[in-house]
């Protein structure tokens, strides 16, 4: 069950988002063994220490930039953690499958 926030609390949670807000997503991602793996919505809330925007259910939120000017945070950690991301079909939670070696360039 996803818990309730009050609007300040969400905005203030859209404001900080790209100052490094994704790392703990990124350090949790790099220490990861497994070529793919599923975490709900629940379980990247509680590694990030705060709620995810209300973007975060659609998928474009997650899945990698086609347009460099359309780059965002959380997309930048997921990449540097080694992953690729893509909502689950039933909107429940995100799949993270391992970059190849030639697509996975680490602290870039």
Known sequence: MRRTYR??????TQRSAGLG???????YLSRQT???LVLSF????EILGFALPRASQR?????????PENARPQRDAIRDGGYEATRLADGKGVR????SAGRYRPGR
Not at 7 to 12: G, I, K
Not at 59 to 67: G, I, L, T
């Open 34 to 36: 497994l070529s793919e």
């Open 59 to 67: 998928a474009s939120w997650w899945e990698k930039e086609r347009n």
């Open 7 to 12: 609007l300040t609390e969400c905005f203030s």
């Open 96 to 99: 993270f499958r391992r970059l």
């Open 21 to 27: 807000d994704y790392d703990p997503l990124r350090e």
């Open 42 to 45: 629940e379980a990247i809330e």
